[in-house]
């Protein structure tokens, strides 16, 4: 299926509708163009990349030749530098769009060759789909505001969480019965914390900004680390520069891609991601520490202390390792990959080889509509969140009931299970795989001290 041409939307909403702009939405770029990606090498296009391949590993083992003593501050730098650079794009054969081919001429190169991301020089996509969506369905509005369902979830599978570290206390670590219990329980329990947390990062459990802080690090509790009051301002900022090179955390780094560019590099990536992803933002840029920072640092230590001392420390290693189980290779652990990596590449390079004036954003987001929703906070409806932040987990649904016609085209993922195999076994697919923008958006969320309120 062709993925449907958004009609165009006026930047300027007057009322209600200009407030929540101003609240979700991040502005637009200045500047129209198009994806722009690598000429194909001379030798082919898979000869060419080996070329590459062989020519970078060469110049790194001939400095590292010289200078062995240094590879651990090369590897070091090259992690905080490496975000000048973004990600090669792919869309999966589980999606159901199509994408429609041009005749016109290739788009100009990136200026480094050496570089795999997708360049766009559009805005992202979901602004001008959600002033679309306002204007033809102003109802939507009326979807905004929190959910108390949240509350009574996340104290429920926090009670979970200590039930099983307490039953597991007196069980060897290493036994069948506490790995089994962890992947199978603490590990769809955790995850299901992270995106409590997410849901509650957008202030959709509570109205007060400090009452949603608190029930964040409540939610923080089963994973053993304190993370919720810094991945809120990281999240936010994912959300206002999607896609922006040294804003968008979510970008995995070029060292990450160049590294990790093989079936058993990305198999790698898939079994430690939530390292990756827990490590990756503090390599890009470090935000300021507030006192929610830090009543976050304190409740989870005393709580991690208070557990050691009642039940052991095997009841803090099943927190963890539920945790890390989590983010590795589980089947609700697909969903960070499925949400924005883009897996037809040839599909996605022929959309983009037409007319330099084509502003038409292209998809950089996917959703996913099967059962896994259920214990996930419809994270999977990823399309229907980005467009409206503010809008709870509950009615995500009925977005995309209102909206229908603004999301059947649009490519989705049937099965984050095979998501995962795909990006693994497919050469075609890597970390290389994301649209990457260089300019707009911003930093956002308790920067100061007066907005950990809002």
């Not at 030749?65 to 794009?89: D, Q």
């Not at 505001?145 to 039953?167: D, K, N, R, S």
């Not at 599909?347 to 038409?360: A, G, M, T, V």
């Not at 603004?406 to 984050?416: E, G, M, N």
Request: aromatic share 12%.
């Amino acid at each position: 299926m062709v993925s449907r041409v958004m009609g165009s939307a006026s930047h300027k909403v007057s009322g209600e509708w200009a407030s929540l702009d101003r609240v979700i939405s991040g502005g637009p770029l200045e500047k129209g163009g198009t994806l722009r990606v690598r000429d194909p090498s001379p030798h082919g296009e898979r000869g060419g990349a080996r070329l590459l391949k062989v020519e970078r590993c060469f110049r790194v083992c001939c400095f590292l030749s010289h200078r062995p003593l240094f590879f651990g501050v090369l590897v070091m730098a090259a992690s905080t530098i490496a975000t000048t650079t973004t990600l090669a794009g792919e869309q999966s054969a589980t999606l159901r769009a199509n994408m429609k081919s041009s005749s016109n001429p290739a788009p100009e190169k990136h200026e480094d060759q050496d570089d795999q991301f997708f360049w766009s020089y559009t805005e992202e996509p979901h602004r001008s789909r959600r002033m679309a969506i306002i204007k033809a369905h102003p109802e939507v509005l009326k979807l905004c505001g929190p959910e108390p369902l949240t509350i009574p979830l996340v104290l429920a599978v926090v009670a979970l969480q200590c039930t099983c570290a307490y039953l597991l206390s007196n069980t060897p670590f290493w036994s069948w019965r506490f790995w089994l219990t962890a992947y199978v329980i603490g590990a769809t329990a955790n995850q299901n914390l992270f995106l409590a947390i997410h849901e509650i990062s957008h202030n959709l459990a509570f109205k007060s900004g400090l009452a949603n802080r608190l029930l964040a690090i409540v939610a923080n509790l089963p994973i053993g680390i304190p993370y919720s009051a810094s991945f809120r301002p990281y999240h936010l900022t994912h959300h206002k520069s999607l896609g922006v090179d040294g804003l968008d955390t979510d970008l995995p780094t070029a060292l990450e891609a160049f590294f990790l560019d093989s079936i058993a590099g990305k198999a790698f990536f898939c079994t430690f991601q939530i390292l990756f992803y827990a490590l990756r933002p503090m390599m890009v840029y470090q935000i300021p520490l507030t006192k929610i920072h830090a009543l976050n640092i304190a409740v989870q230590l005393l709580f991690d202390y208070v557990l050691i001392q009642a039940w052991g420390g095997k009841a803090v290693g099943y927190f963890i390792l539920s945790s890390f189980l989590a983010g590795s290779l589980h089947p609700v652990a697909g969903h960070f990959i499925a949400e924005h990596y883009v897996f037809d590449r040839a599909s996605l390079e022929n959309k983009q080889s037409r007319d330099p004036k084509n502003r038409i954003p292209v998809p950089e987001t996917f959703s996913y509509y099967g059962p896994l929703n259920l214990l996930t906070y419809n994270v999977g409806l990823h399309n229907e969140h980005h467009d409206f932040p503010a809008i709870p987990w509950t009615r995500l649904w009925k977005v995309n009931e209102i909206a229908k016609e603004f999301y059947q085209d649009l490519p989705y993922h049937r099965s984050w299970v095979g998501v995962i195999w795909q990006f693994i076994l497919d050469k075609e697919v890597g970390l290389w795989c994301r649209v990457k923008r260089k300019e707009g958006g911003r930093k956002v969320g308790a920067w100061k001290e007066e907005e950990i309120q809002n």
